[in-house]
Structures are given as structure tokens and as C-alpha cells.
């Protein structure tokens, strides 16, 4: 039995990147409780977010792509925690993959990137928010050191149902 493998490829995110990253935001928007947005983005709405990731400073895009075929497999980014000036030295953190992406190794990837891209910067915290349930994000961010600080109980409505979001923390 051969296993097929995949060159991924993890960069910085650029504009030539932004209608598959606003794709594979819309699936999860689309089919999942993953995210709480509730309605699809056309490209130009997603692009002030794709423009508020700059390649330096604390606030990140990093992109996974397949090598040969040069398919967007999915991204990470930090962004800031809250508006608040006090706030500036915590970021949220997420990965959005591709759907035939799951399960690769490669949100493991783009985390070893953000954070590596992150070294440095003027950071205390990052934190995440996992809809649960969600075991493969759950896990993923328990191996990049993240612990668990709370869970907000059915604080978002999505398909007409109530979810909770598990929050965490990692030092920078």
C-alpha cells in the first residue's frame, strides 16, 4: 500500500490569494458552526480582512498551498483580540483549511509557521475560540500548547440551534 504525499508549501498570504481564501471562509460559513458568520462573502467584502494581515507585525496571514498543483489548502491567521489600545499585545488565532485538506498534518503547518512568524513581535498571548464540538481543533491547539480557560455555553445561534465556544490561551 502506497501513500500519496503532498509538498505543501507555507507562506505569507498576498492579494492573488484572496478569492480562495474567501472560498474556503465561505464554505465553512456555508456548512458549518465553525464560524458564525451566517452569510457568504463575494471577494471584495473579504478584502479589508485580507488587507488588515500585513506580512510584518503581529497581525499574520499565512497560506498553505499544494506545491504541484498550486491549490490553496488553507490558511492561519493572528489577528487582534479586541479593539481596545490595551488589548494590542494578545492576538486570536484560527486556521481555516480546504475541506479535502482536513486531516493532513497541514493545520499543524500553518500553525508551526504563524508562530514562528510571531517570534519576536511584541506579544504576550494568544487565544483561540473552538465551536464545539471539535475534537481535531481541540487537539490541534492542546499540541501547540494552548490550555483550555473556559467555555462560553450556547453564546452563538447557527441552523437553529444553539453552540458553545471553548476558549484558549497560549503564551507567546
Not at 7 to 25: C, F, H, K, N
Not at 89 to 110: D, F, K, M, N
Not at 139 to 168: M, N, P
Amino acid at each position: 500500500m502506497t501513500t500519496e504525499r503532498t509538498e505543501v508549501q507555507v507562506r505569507p498570504g498576498s492579494e492573488g490569494d484572496l478569492d480562495a481564501l474567501t472560498a474556503i471562509y465561505n464554505h465553512y460559513v456555508r456548512e458549518t458552526p465553525i464560524t458564525f458568520d451566517t452569510a457568504v462573502f463575494t471577494v471584495e467584502e473579504r478584502r479589508p480582512w485580507l488587507l488588515s494581515h500585513p506580512e510584518d507585525g503581529p497581525h499574520r496571514l499565512m497560506v498553505a498551498t499544494d506545491v504541484d498543483s498550486q491549490a490553496t489548502l488553507g490558511y492561519a491567521t493572528s489577528s487582534p483580540h479586541r479593539p481596545k489600545p490595551a488589548y494590542a499585545t494578545s492576538v486570536e488565532v484560527t486556521i481555516y483549511l480546504a475541506p479535502e485538506a482536513a486531516g493532513r498534518g497541514i493545520g499543524t503547518l500553518l500553525y508551526k509557521a504563524l508562530f514562528e512568524a510571531l517570534e519576536g513581535e511584541d506579544l504576550h498571548r494568544a487565544y483561540a475560540g473552538i465551536a464545539l464540538p471539535n475534537e481535531a481543533s481541540t487537539r490541534l491547539h492542546e499540541r501547540f500548547g494552548f490550555r483550555h480557560i473556559g467555555t462560553y455555553r450556547e453564546v452563538g445561534r447557527k441552523f437553529g440551534r444553539y453552540w458553545d465556544v471553548a476558549w484558549y490561551e497560549k503564551e507567546l
